[in-house]
């Protein structure tokens, strides 16, 4: 860019930085600068300073020193005395040897320590036990230093006078050691100096004239365009990013996966957190001495202690599908059900509940029905593994339902979230027979999604219904770690500011 661009691009502020630095002969401190120069506030000159550094005008350096001032004890000592020179004092006044009681009427309590070990430390006294007492004897260097000032006490008297200033560590180390005497800070001195470019753009010279840098609907109605300048924009000068608002990446990926299904003709439902054993277990025909009913992997709850089943008939209908399979062709798990152990409440491990309680009360076909929501189990929280996760639940319900319908249902779901190459595997769930495992292939390898398959008639055929019912889960975490590339868990939901503004909305 030529020169005389650049100077048609300076505001007015950059245009009195460049010319301030020229009064002060090139080279200056930001504050000096504000002095000098026709600013309201310092962060004027700041600003311009930065853009004149953009535009290669001028150069900016920043030297970080370490300054100190005095805290709350080195208040105290330039006040009072150091602990041990009192103390000192004290064992000269009465002779050259003083007890700790005679060091008690010139000290404070927690103060006697710390005058002791200071003493030993600088040679000023020593110490002997007589008549198990403690005596303390001033030595030759300590009759010395007494008439005198030290280096350290020197040091505070003139940061008391001048604080925030530099002081010679090597000749303070002892001062530096002690608690709550000196507070250390840095601060950034900086200077600004004209470049070969500034200078030129200084010799060509330039005046400060009222300009516009913003169009406004005022400026186009009075027309105040036709009467001052307006300054030209350099496109390709730097700008500060902006971070606007937008949903949790986890949240997105909920928001694109209700609409798949939504787009397919389903609708979503919702349920509760806390569920009772009967509900969440009994009626998906899961026995009750199964191991995932154990307190090791089910969140149970005290409150409240029970959670009654009002439909006393399709309670005896489970336990009899429980016990020999009931009116269904099953043989059942050949146990003694516990309707007690159906009232225990606990934190829901699936949304499948959803699903069972929306058939109880939707018997009849159609229905294409989903939910996502949290479910609970008792993990341990590792790379893989959480506590509390996303679960994605749904079933098609129909007279004519069969399994190739329930692979092409899932097909094209997983083909709308974007993977292409898709297989199914035998498997194995207590509720579902034939079920199957969803693969997904997925940076060279692949990776298992979720579980499918047909309601058994032992869940079904206790609430009336005779048609096959469709049904799939998936964990949606596992599908998030793929979507967003991750390899841990636990980053979805740590609050990392630089992934989270850098994540695209898909």
């Known amino acids: 860019m030529s020169t005389i661009n650049i100077i048609k691009e300076l505001s007015i502020n950059e245009k009195k930085v460049l010319l301030t630095l020229k009064k002060l002969n090139g080279k200056s401190s930001p504050e000096m600068i504000f002095e000098s120069g026709d600013f309201q506030k310092q962060v004027e000159v700041m600003n311009s300073s930065s853009w004149l550094q953009s535009k290669k005008l001028v150069t900016f350096e ?35 040897q003083a007890s700790l ?61 001048n604080p925030k200033s530099e002081i010679d560590i090597g000749s303070n180390k002892d001062l530096l050691s002690r608690k709550n005497v000196l507070k250390e800070k840095e601060i950034i001195n900086g200077s600004i100096e004209l470049t070969n470019l500034g200078k030129d753009v200084l010799k060509i010279g330039f005046s400060i004239d009222e300009e516009i840098s913003q169009i406004t609907t005022k400026i186009i109605k009075e027309k105040e365009f036709e009467r001052k300048n307006i300054r030209p924009y350099d496109v390709n000068a730097f700008a500060p990013e902006i971070h606007g608002g937008k949903p949790h990446p986890l949240n997105h990926l909920i928001s694109n996966i209700r609409q798949i299904f939504l787009e397919m003709g389903f609708e979503e439902i919702e349920g509760n957190f806390v569920e009772s054993c009967f509900w969440n277990m009994d009626m998906l025909f ?23 089943v009002e439909n006393t008939k399709l309670v005896d209908s489970i336990a009899q599908v429980h016990e020999n399979g009931g009116m269904t062709s099953s043989e059942g798990w050949d146990y003694k059900f516990s309707k007690d152990e159906g009232t225990r409440p606990l934190l829901r491990t699936h949304t499948t509940v959803n ?98 398959g047909i309601f058994r008639p032992e869940v079904t055929e206790p609430l009336g219904i005779t048609s096959p019912v469709l049904a799939w889960g998936l964990g949606l975490e596992r599908l998030a770690m793929l979507k967003f590339n991750l390899k841990d868990i636990r980053e979805l939901y740590q609050s990392d500011f630089s992934w989270l503004r850098n994540q695209p909305l898909f």
């Open 62 to 96: 920043e030297v970080i020193k370490t300054v100190y001032e005095l805290g709350k004890e080195g208040i105290k000592f330039v006040k009072n005395g150091f602990p041990e020179k009192r103390a000192l004092l004290k064992i000269i006044e009465l002779g050259g």
């Open 101 to 161: 009681r005679d060091l008690s009427l010139v000290l404070e309590k927690n103060e006697i320590p710390i005058a002791i070990g200071w003493l030993k430390r600088k040679n000023w006294a020593t110490i002997k036990k007589e008549n198990n007492e403690t005596i303390l004897l001033s030595t030759e260097i300590g009759k010395k230093a007494i008439q005198m000032k030290t280096n350290d006490e020197r040091t505070l008297e003139f940061l008391l006078d």
């Open 286 to 308: 899961i026995p009750q001495d199964h191991p995932a009913r154990e307190m090791q992997d089910t969140i149970y709850c005290k409150t409240p202690s029970k959670i009654l």
């Open 355 to 452: 699903t069972i309680r929306f058939l109880s009360k939707n018997p009849n076909p159609p229905a294409k029905i989903f939910s996502i929501g949290q479910v609970f189990r008792k993990e341990n929280i590792d790379a893989t593994h959480l506590p509390m996760f996303y679960q994605i639940e749904g079933i098609v319900h129909d007279t004519d339902a069969n399994f190739q319908q329930l692979i092409g249902f899932l097909s094209e779901f997983y083909k709308r979230m974007g993977f292409e190459k898709i297989r199914f595997r035998p498997g194995y769930f207590p509720y579902t027979e034939p079920s199957m495992e969803v693969d997904v292939f997925f940076n060279d390898k692949w990776m298992e999604l979720g579980g499918s």
